[in-house]
């Protein structure tokens, strides 16, 4: 049997039944054993193995090839207790001592005590709340009495109104239910009806196309010196995954797209960010999982009008990944979004439609980029073998429609995709939608083994025809469809959108100025009046907001304790209805600093230096949300062009810095307006 062995209780009581027939088979043969089932299971080792086995290396399986298991961790447990029974099949390998020599576990220690047998990897995992509030669930679709066929008392049930599993075919084919959920699909591979060993085996395995190092065989040198089938992986059919890790994605209002939009549209540079969120049950497929997107937080990168370049991991990741966890409801990071925008020649409102059936969805560089991104952020499962499968990290794209406006577009890579890149099989090409095939490489350096690789797809004929995907293959093959959207009454978790997003030099500065003289402006020294609910609300608003935090961590203002607090106070769901969840901020220490800095901040920079809700001005209501730097750069660049009288007529342009001497609107050089 596999690792099943691991994780079902023991049973203290003794049993006594009829001898059980015990089939192993070896690479020395094919035995049979009859055994009780009280039996131990070392018992069982010893009658099997001859005297030039390695005890150590005894592994046991229900499969011919993986899920293999020590025997020298079930020591100590009989065979009804790992869910043998009569005429069971087990698939045994060992090392001969000629080539592996070490003591025999299996003898008893000389103090009298035995070896205590090591945990499988998936026994301890952590899984995400999501997984365990699905496990707890049986996942069934229940259905209403049909008035035409059921014929029973509104408290009977037929096949006509039983509810049905969550991977049922039919129910799927009829609700247009292109992928199975994570969890359906493990509810299809172990049903509640299968046997108790069967249900303890953890049904998955990670996909991994690389050569085994060393060769399980260990009869010739390891690769590339050698290589055999024992160790070599097999050819590889693509074909479409039955099942997705995350069904939809979903923002939890349009402000946090419409903000990462607008570097783009000031500059028509693209921009990538990382998307913070969190996972929730999805009713609308059947023991489905959304990701619920709460803010995007933007990298260092460096746009260009066809491209950007960004490094991956950035420097702050881990910062943000530990800030996310703070908040009131644990977030992290479920994805990623990046723009694909061209405008039109003719009209400049209207984007170029560019990805479409006839073209590509998902470039090959784009499809390895997610496939790299997914490998490297594991989703933790207990239904795998190796403690972690597959991966729920979501590519998101703003792109054009046909009609020229700009949509989301949301996706994520099979897990054949993931373990192509993983084995270093596959580059992207020059044509967007077709995935190059490297070629083997035996050097000592960088082996590359590649199987044969297939693909099906129908010809002409409507006929199903395998071919080779050396050299190349389309990008389709590796892609798997998520839906999008967004909620229709939003509840954000974080209340505001407004102040400057980071990593935007020259668009949006972030400086600690412009938060004094907001807290200033809103009147926060005095919050500690519990009375004024009103100016607590205020605050409050202007305080969610995911930016303005990650910015107040790297200012050293607050302690790591005080800005956990700041989040967790920002992010609860009773902000704005009761006031006095502000209480445990305003007694922080460094609380009290920002008031401090702020006051000192209203005596050196007073606010009749900046304009007032009466003064007149064209901004009309919306000065106020306007902070102090941006009126200091307006009155320098007035005065600079007071100052200047020779060269009053050049403008530079914002956005190339280029030197315009026509009396135009646009850039000579980039055409984008000056402003």
Not at 461 to 485: D, Q, R
Not at 598 to 627: F, N
């Amino acid at each position: 049997m596999a690792s099943s062995f691991f994780i079902q209780p023991d049973h203290t009581k003794s049993i006594k039944s009829s001898p059980q027939l015990i089939r192993i088979r070896s690479k020395d043969g094919n035995f049979r054993f009859e055994l009780s089932p009280s039996d131990d299971i070392r018992l069982l080792i010893i009658q099997s193995a001859s005297n030039n086995v390695d005890p150590a290396s005894i592994t046991i399986s229900n499969q011919p090839r993986g899920n293999e298991s020590l025997v020298t961790r079930l020591t100590g447990r009989n065979l009804q207790s790992l869910g043998l029974k009569h005429g069971d099949l087990i698939f045994a390998n060992y090392n001969d001592l000629s080539t592996s020599i070490s003591p025999d576990p299996l003898s008893p220690a000389t103090n009298g005590h035995t070896r205590p047998s090591k945990p499988n990897k998936w026994e301890n995992v952590q899984e995400d709340p999501i997984d365990s509030y699905w496990r707890s669930k049986d996942g069934k679709i229940s259905r209403s009495r049909d008035s035409r066929f059921c014929k029973h008392a509104s408290n009977g049930m037929c096949d006509y109104c039983m509810p049905l599993e969550p991977y049922d075919a039919a129910y799927q084919a009829d609700h247009s239910i292109k992928h199975l959920s994570y969890h359906a699909h493990l509810c299809k591979l172990s049903p509640k009806s299968s046997s108790a060993a069967a249900q303890a085996l953890p049904p998955l395995s990670p996909t991994s196309y690389k050569v085994k190092v060393p060769c399980p065989t260990g009869n010739h040198p390891s690769w590339p010196s050698g290589i055999c089938t024992a160790c070599q992986p097999s050819a590889i059919t693509l074909q479409s995954q039955p099942f997705r890790m995350v069904d939809h994605l979903e923002f939890a209002t349009q402000s946090i797209v419409e903000r990462f939009l607008q570097a783009w549209r000031a500059t028509g540079l693209q921009r990538f960010g990382w998307l913070i969120g969190r996972y929730e049950p999805y009713n609308e497929v059947p023991m489905g999982i959304k990701a619920v997107v709460e803010a995007i937080h933007e990298p260092p990168q460096e746009g260009e009008l066809d491209g950007l370049t960004l490094g991956v991991p950035w420097e702050d990741e881990q910062r943000i990944r530990e800030l996310a966890k703070s908040a009131s409801t644990p977030l992290s990071i479920v994805g990623y979004i990046f723009t694909d925008l061209d405008p039109t020649p003719d009209d400049r409102t209207k984007n170029v439609y560019k990805r479409h059936a006839q073209s590509y969805f998902v470039s090959s560089l784009e499809a390895i980029f997610s496939a790299t991104v997914q490998n490297a952020n594991p989703t933790s499962s207990r239904s795998s073998s190796s403690g972690a499968f597959g991966s729920r990290m979501v590519t998101a794209i703003l792109t054009a429609t046909e009609d020229g406006q700009v949509d989301i577009s949301a996706y994520q890579v099979s897990e054949q995709a993931c373990a192509m890149v993983a084995a270093d099989m596959i580059e992207a090409s020059v044509e967007p939608g077709i995935v190059r095939v490297k070629e083997e490489d035996r050097s000592q350096d960088s082996a590359r083994y590649v199987p044969d690789v297939f693909y099906r797809y129908k010809n002409e004929y409507g006929l199903e025809v395998k071919k080779s995907a050396k050299p190349s293959f389309p990008v389709e093959y590796l892609l798997v469809n998520v839906t999008h959207g967004f909620p229709q009454t939003p509840i954000p978790m974080f209340q505001s959108t407004q102040f400057a997003i980071e990593n935007r030099p020259g668009l949006e500065d972030q400086h600690v100025d412009s938060i004094l003289s907001s807290l200033n402006r809103l009147g926060t020294p005095s919050l500690e009046d519990t009375r004024n609910t009103v100016k607590r609300l205020e605050v409050a608003k202007w305080f969610s907001d995911w930016h303005l935090i990650a910015f107040l961590e790297t200012t050293q203002l607050l302690s790591p304790d005080d800005t956990k607090i700041l989040i967790r106070t920002a992010t609860l769901p009773q902000l704005l209805e009761d006031p006095s969840v502000l209480d445990a901020l305003v007694k922080t220490d460094g609380w009290q600093t920002l008031i401090t800095f702020a006051r000192e901040s209203a005596l050196i920079y007073p606010t009749a230096a900046r304009p007032t809700s009466s003064a007149p001005t064209d901004l009309g209501p919306m000065h106020d949300e306007i902070p102090q730097d941006i009126f200091d750069q307006i009155a320098a660049a007035e005065a600079a062009q007071n100052r200047g009288s020779g060269n009053s007529r050049v403008r530079i342009c914002p956005h190339c810095t280029f030197e315009n001497e026509h009396g135009g609107h646009d850039c000579e050089v980039c055409g984008l307006p000056l402003g």
